[in-house]
């Protein structure tokens, strides 16, 4: 009974100590990824975010663009009302989803929203992930949207990972696809 | 809980685990894959599920192949056969999987190396740098136009620029021409389309390369799969030819056709690309995915073979188990049946057999039972019989003989064992020794059926025996016989006694009579015939009429002694003490002869006795007569006479030994020295031990005689000191009697 015991202690001891550092491992989204900062401004009734994201940026990001990779950067944003006594009421949970390739024909990084109807073409990567990063002005709700009494809870993670691949790829891809990587939620009381 | 049940639980709760696991991360990966989103945030759960899951099933595989360790380790009946049939599937398993998995791997890295040939890429990338040839041949082209239309440019303004402006326009097909001015606004706007809102600044980038002079040109992919070719170039001055910070933005369309071609070799070069990206995580996941499978078939395998080779030695486990339960004799094991094969009927057999031993088990042991009941029935009886009886062989070895046996035969046979030698228990008996005799003599002649008296001489005189052979109804061929006998010397001299009473009886009655008339008349003639007679003649008749008148008193006390022996017994019982009588009478023979030496050794702890003073005193009166009567004629002759208690068939009886150092019994009477007229005396009547034998008798004691191994007679008394005791001894000395009457 004690052999099994410490068996048990042993097997877990070694998954503990053995799951991070796996988990560690370096990806190919490393670098600095955080939203620097975010607000909510008020302009004739319409709540407009604002949001400043610092996305990484390496050779590796670069060269699988280069090859034909395609990136999605998400922005979500989830506002919810405070309740004193119970859960916090959602109010806003919306997505800001857009992709960018890059372009070998004009050699040029595209950037487009998810419907593929208003599309950017950057000369660099710096460029397109600056204009990526920098969203401003986006109506997220109307001020008649927030009924009861506040405070009202802001949200803001940014995400990136590789878009456009089929369910099956992603399937199979289960095991080896490390591309996707999350940044810290960006939360602020909402006052008005 | 007990623990069998707790690691029931335990196994129940992991294949749960196991099973819940597998089918959660089923569930999760096939919503997923439909939502990329979902699939980022579900990744690691689905990650951790099928760890789960294989942990669990990892640690089911594990107590297997524990408890497999454990069993051979502890031989475990069935632990073998199973480590065989493991080790047998795993051979034939492992062989093939390793060559499919070698193979599959092999297929895995050229099949997927085959979807990115080489020679694509080269075409892809050749395809590619052909569009962007032909690409920059148009964009060289609308750059050179742009710069000629931008010198042409230089000294017009107002009407006359816009007027250009819609020329070149219609001239080029271009889309859009604007004139920014050095603050960067658009002075003049051309475009095929009615625009009504003010025209959009221009790129940064746009301002900043022809701030310096130089011509900015860009090729812009747009939404609907079209390219735009945008070229600026700045307004050199009308008059110094310098740059006047004016310049001209021209957006050409690219011809729909070279527009199609370049854009369906961007798509295919983009999407070959980011399949290439794949390539090689897509090898790994084959890879990991067919180990994966691999190990989870040679595991399952493995855990199959287990559960098949127990769930197939189970069975067999039970049967050993069930055989050696038989073994020790319990026959009330019954199997489970595992199931209505071959195995199935085999533990069916051995139910059928352990039911048919049982029954044949209670049927023997309710025979055993009945014999044994029969048998200490039988013990009983014979322990009660007061009749010897022996069963013995040819051999003289003992079969079986009663305490009765022993007894009479003065042997000693305690606890004797079935096969041992009857010589063995003689233990010295001269009876026994005899006994013996006379049956080895008669066996060895043949004979194996008698029934006969048998005379046995003893220590303490003869005894007589009835005695009867028999051969046992199945042992005949083994010698069996069974030997049966009874002491009848009580009997004989029962009937002697009772003759000598009859024969007492008629003497008193038929000679005592006449004695009286013979003695008056001898008498009356002396008296009458006394007076007229001479001196001669009168002395004639007076020693004549003496001697009749003498010898009638003889006869008169010979006949009184015969009535004396013949009479009733009318007991006076009284308690007195032994010991104080015995001194009396023998201090009354020590006056009567002063040269008799009587000693006394009396036991000071003799009890008061109850019994007829005047009786016992004749009693003691007669062995001392009868002692110091033998011991006329020996040399410092000596009559001991000692009292003791003794405990003798549960009551107490008072020993009185009186001890000669004379020449002791003849051997020829010794036997029948209390019969009467039974005398080694020249001038005994033969009267006096028989008159004490029957005083003891009286009393309900017993009396032998024997001879002492120094020389000398010894009579050894037994009286019981009250009448509780009396009874005791009495029903002591019942079966000695019931032996009497059956003889």
Redesign the interface.
């Known amino acids: 009974m004690l052999l099994k015991f410490r068996f048990a202690v042993g097997l877990g001891l070694l998954l503990w100590l053995g799951m991070p550092s796996a988990w560690g491992a370096a990806g190919p989204l490393d670098g600095d990824f955080q939203i620097r900062s975010a607000f909510v401004v008020i302009d004739r009734g319409v709540l407009q975010l604002n949001v400043h994201v610092q996305y990484p940026i390496n050779d590796r990001i670069r060269s699988?663009l280069?090859?034909?990779?395609?990136l999605?950067f998400?922005l979500e944003l989830n506002i919810t009302r405070h309740r004193r006594f119970w859960l916090n009421a959602g109010v806003v949970d919306m997505?800001l989803r857009r992709e960018l390739?890059?372009?070998?024909?004009?050699?040029?990084y595209?950037l487009?929203d998810e419907q593929?109807?208003?599309?950017e073409?950057f000369?660099t990567l710096e460029g397109a992930l600056d204009k990526l990063g920098r969203v401003e002005d986006l109506p997220i709700l109307v001020e008649s949207q927030l009924r009861g009494e506040g405070p009202w809870l802001v949200a803001v993670r940014a995400?990136v990972?590789r878009?456009?691949?089929s369910?099956?790829?992603?399937?199979?891809?289960?095991?080896?696809?490390d591309w996707?990587r999350?940044s810290d939620w960006y939360t602020w009381t909402l006052t008005l | 809980m007990d623990t069998h049940a707790l690691r029931l639980f335990g196994v129940r709760a992991l294949t749960a685990v196991a099973v819940a696991a597998g089918v959660a991360a089923l569930v999760l990966?096939a919503a997923s894959?439909?939502n990329?989103?979902l699939?980022?945030h579900w990744?690691p759960w689905?990650l951790l599920l099928n760890i789960c899951g294989v942990m669990a099933l990892m640690a089911l595989l594990a107590r297997k192949f524990w408890q497999l360790y454990r069993d051979f380790r502890d031989h475990k009946p069935g632990s073998r056969l199973t480590v065989r049939t493991v080790l047998m599937f795993g051979g034939l398993v492992i062989a093939p999987l390793i060559i499919v998995y070698l193979f599959s791997l092999d297929f895995i890295n050229r099949g997927i190396d085959s979807w990115f040939r080489v020679e694509i890429k080269q075409g892809l990338n050749d395809a590619?740098v052909l569009?962007?040839s032909a690409?920059d041949l148009r964009l060289r082209e609308q750059t050179r136009r742009t710069e000629i239309f931008a010198r042409s440019l230089r000294e017009l303004r107002g009407p006359e620029l816009l007027q250009r402006l819609d020329e070149e326009r219609r001239a080029t097909e271009a889309k859009e021409i604007i004139v920014y001015d050095a603050s960067g606004r658009a002075s003049a706007l051309s475009s095929d389309t009615p625009m009504a809102q003010q025209p959009a600044p221009a790129p940064p980038?746009v301002a900043l390369q022809v701030a310096a002079g130089r011509t900015y040109v860009?090729?812009?992919?747009?939404?609907d799969g079209q390219?735009t070719i945008a070229t600026a170039a700045p307004i050199a001055d009308a008059v110094s030819a310098r740059a006047t910070r004016r310049y001209v933005l021209i957006d050409y369309e690219v011809p729909q056709e070279l527009s199609a071609l370049?854009?369906a070799?961007?798509h295919t070069?983009?999407?070959?690309?980011?399949?290439?990206?794949?390539r090689e995580?897509?090898k790994?996941?084959?890879r990991?995915?067919l180990t994966l499978v691999v190990l989870l078939t040679l595991l399952a395998a493995i855990y199959g073979a287990i559960f098949s080779a127990q769930r197939l030695t189970r069975p067999v486990q039970d049967l050993i188990a069930g055989t050696r339960a038989v073994g020790k004799g319990d026959f009330g094991t019954r199997l489970p049946l595992p199931s209505r094969d071959e195995m199935g009927f085999l533990v069916h057999s051995f139910n059928d057999m352990t039911k048919r031993l049982r029954r044949a088990s209670e049927e023997a042991k309710r025979s055993r039972q009945a014999v044994e009941r029969e048998r200490e029935r039988l013990s009983v009886i014979l322990s009660r019989l007061s009749t010897g009886v022996i069963v013995t062989d040819r051999e003289l070895r003992l079969h079986s003989a009663n305490q009765s046996a022993a007894t009479i035969l003065g042997g000693d046979f305690g606890n004797p064992e079935a096969g041992q030698n009857l010589a063995q228990l003689a233990g010295g008996s001269m009876r026994f020794a005899t006994f013996l005799d006379e049956l080895r003599g008669r066996l060895k002649s043949g004979l194996d059926e008698w029934r006969e008296q048998l005379t046995l001489p003893g220590e303490s005189g003869e005894r007589v025996l009835l005695w009867a052979c028999t051969p046992l109804p199945d042992e005949r061929e083994h010698g069996g016989v069974v030997i049966v006998f009874d002491d009848i010397t009580a009997l004989l001299a029962a009937q002697r006694d009772a003759a000598w009473g009859e024969v007492a009886r008629r003497l008193a009655h038929e000679i005592k009579n006449p004695l009286t008339p013979i003695q008056l008349s001898a008498e009356r003639l002396r008296r009458k015939l006394l007076g007229g007679m001479n001196a001669e003649d009168a002395q004639l008749l007076e020693r004549a009429t003496h001697t009749i008148v003498q010898q009638v008193d003889a006869m008169k006390q010979m006949v009184n002694a015969f009535s004396e022996y013949a009479r009733a017994p009318a007991m006076r019982l009284a308690h007195f003490s032994l010991n104080g009588l015995v001194t009396e009478v023998a201090e009354l023979y020590r006056l009567q002869d002063p040269d008799a030496e009587i000693r006394l050794d009396l036991d000071p702890t003799l009890p008061e006795i109850e019994a007829d003073r005047g009786r016992v005193r004749q009693l003691l009166a007669n062995l001392i007569t009868n002692g110091i009567e033998a011991l006329a004629g020996v040399a410092d002759g000596c009559v001991e006479l000692s009292t003791r208690q003794q405990r003798a068939e549960g009551a107490i009886a008072a020993v009185i030994c009186v001890r000669d150092n004379g020449p002791g019994f003849r051997k020829e009477i010794l036997g029948r020295v209390f019969d009467p007229y039974v005398t080694g005396k020249p001038r005994g009547t033969g009267l006096g031990l028989a008159i004490v034998k029957r005083i003891v008798e009286e009393h309900g004691g017993r009396i032998e005689a024997e001879n002492r191994p120094e020389g000398g007679a010894k009579i050894l008394v037994l009286l019981p000191v009250s009448d509780q005791d009396r009874a005791l001894f009495a029903g002591g000395e019942r079966r000695v009697e019931l032996r009497r009457e059956r003889a």
């Open positions: 699988a280069q090859d034909g990779v395609t999605a998400d997505t390739t890059y372009h070998a024909v004009t050699d040029r595209v487009r593929g109807v208003e599309q073409s000369p995400g990972r878009g456009r691949m369910d099956t790829m992603r399937a199979l891809m289960f095991w080896s696809d996707h999350n | 990966l894959v439909e990329s989103t699939f980022s990744q689905i590619l569009s962007r690409l980038d860009s090729l812009n992919p747009l939404p390219y370049a854009e070799v961007q070069s983009s999407q070959y690309g980011d399949l290439s990206t794949v995580p897509l790994n996941t084959f990991l995915t």
